[in-house]
């Protein structure tokens, strides 16, 4: 099981214009090969009229289908560099559909690696990528006058916070990942003196973007 991974949350657009070549990079968030063809032939059908629509995916959370296509450019002049960034950005589940308008000049086997690379990587820049950890959603059940203390040690070990509530009691519900888990509980119950409850609600991957948990 593979502890943390990058995902696409909200795929976008980007385009960048090299030598008049406009270069229009498209993401997508799939669980599928299908899904990836589909949207593949969306693209083809929106941008009928472009001279290339070239793509990368890589599905399954070790890259277990991983595909791509320089669709009638140079061989290793798109698709694959489209596909080297995806890889090197860690991200899953994911498809980069590159469309080119050719501008009339000529780039060169090393000018459209270094385009098709590029626009890939201001496609995922666009986007907004998560980081998926997988762990434990806790409940944390204690008196106002520890609250405190459990505030300092979820800070300081940077485990995110879900909610808090505030009633007779403070709960607190933390999603803390697996491998710092016992060790926060521990701390939690040493600071308390026991006198903390914490319970597992569920586990599982949890979705964080920009620090903050966005799903569950």
């Not at 040493?190 to 979705?207: H, I, N, P, R, W």
Request: with cysteine.
């Amino acid at each position: 099981m593979i502890a943390e991974y990058k995902a696409v949350y909200v795929g976008r657009s980007a385009e960048i214009v090299e030598k008049k070549s406009k270069f229009i990079a498209t993401v997508f968030s799939v669980e599928s090969e299908q899904e990836a063809i589909s949207n593949i032939e969306k693209m083809r059908k929106k941008y009928w009229d472009a001279t290339h629509n070239c793509f990368a995916y890589a599905i399954g959370l070790n890259n277990e289908i991983t595909r791509f296509s320089d669709d009638k450019e140079p061989a290793q002049t798109a698709g694959k560099p489209i596909l080297d960034v995806i890889l090197k950005e860690g991200i899953h589940n994911v498809l980069i559909v590159v469309t080119r308008y050719f501008g009339g000049t000529l780039l060169g086997t090393g000018g459209l690696v270094r385009a098709y690379s590029k626009s890939a990587k201001e496609g995922l820049l666009s986007s907004d990528i998560i980081d998926m950890i997988h762990g434990e959603k806790l409940r944390i059940v204690t008196d106002y006058n520890l609250i405190g203390k459990i505030q300092y040690i979820v800070a300081s070990l940077n485990v995110n916070t879900v909610d808090v509530i505030y009633t007779d009691k403070v709960e607190m519900i933390v999603v803390v990942s697996d491998e710092i888990v016992d060790s926060f509980t521990k701390k939690i119950k040493e600071a308390t003196s026991a006198k903390a409850l914490v319970s597992k609600d569920e586990e599982g991957y949890f979705a964080i973007l920009d620090g903050k948990i966005i799903g569950i």
